[in-house]
């Protein structure tokens, strides 16, 4: 029986590929969390995408209502709302309601939990897609409030 073993050259290309390997994905983003069950919790989802500026990144999230917005009317309507999810850390939820009803009774200092997509900004970010998909192509998002759910 021939025993074959790498030769020193070769264990330290594979030492450097390696390296190189983690590195790159460290620098891509691979090994952080941004799933709703890793780390803390889920504000830490939506914080590591705030600081990593990524967008269209499925979230869960919840927090206190910090103001309550006029509706935006142009093009699809939405109820928008300012939440307090960590903190020194905002979003801004943007809630369709020409595809789901609208949160009622929504008040500053309200708790609220919510599933919807993450898109980066330098004030916090936005999430959306807080409703159902009539298309069933995007995930079904959600918001929770004093036990009632809008979707």
């Not at 889920?42 to 979230?59: G, H, N, R, T, Y």
């Not at 309507?77 to 309601?97: D, E, S």
Request: proline content about 5%; hydrophobic content about 35%.
């Amino acid at each position: 029986m021939i025993k074959r073993t790498a030769s020193l050259k070769q264990r330290i290309i594979y030492i450097l590929l390696l390296i190189l390997i983690l590195a790159v994905s460290y620098e891509r983003g691979v090994f952080s969390t941004l799933s709703p069950t890793g780390g803390n919790g889920p504000q830490d989802a939506i914080s590591e995408a705030w600081k990593q500026q990524l967008s269209d990144v499925q979230v869960t999230g919840s927090g206190i209502v910090e103001k309550v917005l006029p509706d935006d009317t142009k093009g699809s309507r939405h109820q928008r709302f300012i939440v307090r999810v960590g903190p020194n850390h905002t979003v801004l939820i943007a809630h369709n309601i020409d595809l789901a009803p609208r949160v009622d009774g929504l008040a500053r200092d309200d708790q609220v939990t919510f599933y919807g997509e993450y898109e980066w900004n330098d004030k916090g970010g936005v999430v959306h897609w807080t409703h159902h998909d009539p298309k069933n192509i995007h995930p079904h998002g959600w918001i929770e409030h004093n036990g009632k759910k809008y979707e």
